[in-house]
């Protein structure tokens, strides 16, 4: 019996100038997890958004169980049985989980939807899979893990021999991680193919059965968990040898640029979520802060860059107080802020690169001279970002979403690191990019660290925050509960202070 | 790049074609002679110069209005209330042009057509205003303003603005002071209205303020993270919207009808929507649909009398433009806008 489910022949699709896959051969078999890796911009998403029909590719055949599926139609990809989890959740936020799985195709009893009906499909999916859920909680209420497990549960319905994630786990605490590789396993056991892109290492050796590794948008060899490591992985993907070892220097702190005194911010849904929390950050330190997402993070760092309101306390930056200011002021007293949300908050997906490059700058000189902007000065300036962050493009003039979506994230690491900040404000600066760009960003925050910038650094990534950090917050609750030392912490210490121990 | 360029001069002129096609279908469904018809349209529109001159004063308008409409759009803001603008703008022009005695043109002229232009702002700010602080959208807001100014207007025109001893409610007549003169014959409005155009055009791309408008009509909340003001630039979107739209009014007073009487201005508002759609929010693409349209307005009653159509296909010739050409540009113009408030995309891509 044949088992391939998809072979993907000779696929070649080029943006404008760029291959972004050149003659690509694939194959995925019943059951099998196929990790993709490669660099920012090696063509991973295009590739499986061809087969997804998203993106219509300019030759090469698709074919699914040994039918040829017509290019750039999602419509009959998901036909064919092919299902794809966006990052981006298509839910409707204020249904219950059972409601948004069958949406669309709604089990019915006459002219009524039969609910019934429906928790109990629900319930009979998540069974099989191994995906625990409550089928009548209401999805803007869950965490991103179990959204995206909706998101899954959702396409599974639809009798997927093939699903794809793409990057599905960048949003992901660690523990959703783990119960997400879970989940990948239990369906590959069903028979379900799966093909998997990340741009962790440890998750490709955990899950994957086959590793296939894109360079520049050609597929550039095939490996298995078993014969690599995690750095013979990463030569193949960067085409060098990654170090993994940073040029960290001793830190000399020098006096406090930020101090929050018993602060509270509310969230979106108005509910306190940053609880009365003190904290100084030193000039010349990286201040890690570590914790579960959700506890308060994105509140803390959204009030300190007068994204968002405060409801009681106060901060200030420099030794004034920067309480009630607006982004355009606290940007103005020195920091730079890495958001979290980079397609809400930090990019014009519509305007160029170059203008991205200076988005929060546009009015400064030589970006303008009053009213009138200098664009040729922008563009001189982004394009020595653009080399110097080594942004994928052919040229800047594109508009940012033409970029891949690790590139995307350089533009924005660009332009907030290439100010004269006292203070470095980053929320997951890392998510999406790749380990060889990793490296060289942590070195750059070392390096602005070394002449004096403090940083304080938002992070789901243990590693990331155990590796760069002076000092480690750890925040739980919408507080600080606990400050430590790197040299001499482990992470089970510190896992279970994110998990709300007491000390 | 190239291929989107060709695709926005491409999409006007298709759908050009359609509605004249579809017109030509329903003109011979009539009876009447399709090929006629749009004979008179050339010559009456655009061959003899009396043709040509009404043409151009009227594409002058249509583009002026366009703009008024389309930097509004630059920032992400759907003015409908241009109509209101533009009447208001016309009898506060119309009242200082025939109140003011004694002036030289180059004074009166040009006070005349900056009170016409602030009064045409006044009422486009008014509704910027009531979006920024109470979150009225500008849609329900405008269209409401649009029936407050009618009534204004009307009102004003026949008490304190009425010319006594007149059968007809009109006012009194604009002052040679306060009116445009002609270039060689032709309208110098249709001068002023393309200079207009390549300055907001310049406006757009090379100020501050252009980037303030593209950056809050593309994303609000990175452009309030990048430092600008959302609340302020919505005002002042609203308010410069509202001024081209009353200085619109003005000139169309000045160099046109000489008097105020609120049916002149019929419409003047409603197809600067059309002009703005045509040449997909760009300010300088949207001149070749105003000149067209111009010459179809101006061509309207000769295609009654030499080919007996009713002047009715025009309007609806004009409707079919619009649908073809701008039904896929809304949508993609509501959709990127939905986008950008509500989600995010894939960390992958
Ligand atoms: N719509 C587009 N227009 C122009 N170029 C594009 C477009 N989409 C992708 N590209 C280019 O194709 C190349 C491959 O992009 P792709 O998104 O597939 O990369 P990727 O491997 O998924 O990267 P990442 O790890 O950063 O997500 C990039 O150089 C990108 O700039
Ligand atoms: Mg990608």
Do not use: C
């Amino acid at each position: 019996m044949d088992t391939t489910l998809l072979r993907i022949e000779n696929l070649s699709k080029t943006f404008a100038t760029v291959k972004a896959n050149d003659n690509i051969s694939l194959e995925v078999n019943k059951g099998e997890v196929v990790a993709l890796l490669g660099e920012n911009g090696a063509g991973k998403s295009t590739l499986v958004k061809s087969v997804f029909g998203l993106v219509k590719p300019d030759s090469g055949t698709i074919t699914i169980k040994g039918e040829v599926i017509e290019a750039g139609d999602t419509a009959a990809a998901i036909r064919h049985g092919i299902g794809m989890v966006h990052q981006h959740f298509q839910l409707v936020p204020v249904m219950s989980v059972a409601e948004n799985i069958i949406l669309g195709d709604e089990p019915h009893k006459g002219a009524f939807i039969s609910y019934a009906e429906a928790r109990e499909s629900v319930k009979e999916l998540s069974d099989k899979f191994g995906l625990d859920i409550d089928p009548d909680a209401i999805v803007e209420d869950l965490p991103v893990g179990l959204q995206q497990r909706v998101e899954i549960l959702k396409a599974l319905r639809k009798n997927v021999d093939l699903l794809i994630l793409d990057e599905p786990t960048a949003v992901l605490t660690p523990q959703e991680i783990e119960e997400l590789l879970q989940v990948i396993r239990n369906l590959s056991s069903q028979g379900v193919g799966i093909i998997f892109i990340t741009h962790k290492l440890r998750e490709v050796l955990a899950v994957a059965d086959r590793i296939v590794v894109l360079r520049n948008g050609k597929s550039v060899g095939t490996a298995t968990p078993k014969e690599s490591t995690e750095s013979s992985l990463a030569q193949l993907m960067i085409g060098r040898e990654v170090i993994f070892r940073l040029d960290k220097k001793e830190a000399k702190p020098g006096a406090v640029v930020l101090e929050i005194d018993d602060l509270y911010v509310k969230d979106d849904r108005k509910l306190m979520s940053v609880n009365g929390l003190s904290l100084s950050l030193h000039a010349g330190e990286i201040l890690g802060v570590a914790g579960v997402e959700g506890n308060g993070q994105r509140e803390l760092v959204e009030a300190l860059t007068g994204m968002r309101p405060t409801v009681k306390g106060s901060f200030s930056i420099l030794g004034e107080v920067a309480i009630g200011k607006n982004p355009h002021a606290i940007h103005t007293m020195g920091v730079s802020h890495v958001p979290e949300d980079r397609e809400k908050d930090g990019l014009i997906a519509t305007l160029s690169i170059d203008e991205n490059l200076v988005l929060n700058q546009y009015k400064n000189p030589p970006f303008a001279k009053g009213w009138i902007r200098n664009i040729a000065a922008v563009n001189s300036y982004a394009a020595k970002m653009i080399e110097k962050f080594d942004v994928r493009t052919p040229s800047g003039k594109y508009p940012i979403n033409s970029l891949s979506g690790g590139n995307k994230q350089k533009v924005v690491i660009a332009r907030e690191m290439s100010q004269d900040s006292k203070i470095i404000i980053a929320s997951q600066p890392t998510r999406g990019i790749d380990i060889g760009s990793i490296e060289f960003i942590h070195n750059q925050l070392l390096a602005s660290r070394d002449s004096g910038v403090a940083v304080l650094l938002v992070s789901a990534e243990l590693d990331e925050i155990l590796s760069i950090s002076d000092r480690i917050a750890v925040m739980y609750g919408g507080k600080i509960v606990a400050i430590l030392d790197p040299h001499d912490v482990d992470r089970t210490q510190i896992g279970r202070l994110m998990a709300g121990a007491t000390q | 790049m190239k291929l989107k360029v060709t695709r926005d001069v491409l999409v006007p002129i298709a759908s050009v074609l359609v509605a004249l096609a579809i017109g030509a279908i329903l003109i011979a469904s009539q009876g009447h002679s399709p090929m006629t018809a749009y004979h008179v349209l050339i010559v009456k529109g655009f061959q003899s110069t009396a043709g040509l001159q009404s043409t151009l004063s009227k594409a002058g308008i249509l583009i002026m209005s366009g703009l008024a409409i389309t930097i509004g759009l630059r920032a992400g803001l759907f003015n409908i209330g241009a109509q209101g603008q533009v009447l208001s703008g016309a009898l506060a022009f119309t009242y200082v042009g025939y109140r003011l005695h004694g002036l030289p043109i180059w004074i009166h002229l040009p006070v005349a057509l900056v009170v016409g232009a602030a009064f045409g702002a006044l009422v486009g700010g008014f509704a910027g205003f009531l979006k920024a602080t109470r979150g009225v959208h500008e849609v329900i807001s405008t269209i409401m303003l649009n029936s407050i100014m009618a009534g204004v207007v009307d009102y004003l025109t026949q008490n304190q603005f009425r010319l006594q001893g007149q059968p007809n409610t009109r006012t009194p007549e604009i002052l040679h002071s306060a009116r445009l003169p002609h270039i060689f014959g032709y309208p110098s409005g249709f001068l002023i209205a393309v200079l207009l155009a390549f300055f907001v055009s310049w406006v757009l791309k090379k100020t501050t303020t252009g980037f303030e408008f593209e950056s809050v009509g593309r994303n609000r909340n990175a452009a309030w993270y990048a430092g600008i003001s959302v609340k302020k630039t919505i005002v002042l979107g609203m308010l410069v919207s509202g001024a081209i739209a009353g200085f619109t009014g003005a000139i169309f007073s000045s160099e046109t009808t000489g008097y105020f009487v609120p049916a002149f201005y019929s419409g003047i508002g409603f197809d600067g929507i059309t002009v703005a759609l045509l040449g997909r929010a760009n300010p300088k693409a949207l001149i070749p649909g105003a000149i067209f349209i111009g010459g179809m307005r101006s061509a309207q009653s000769a295609i009654q009398f030499e080919a007996g159509v009713a002047p009715d296909i025009i309007n609806l010739l004009l409707a079919l433009v619009l649908f073809f050409a701008t039904a896929p540009f809304l949508a993609k113009l509501l959709k990127s806008n939905a986008k950008s408030i509500t989600t995010t995309s894939g960390w992958g891509s």
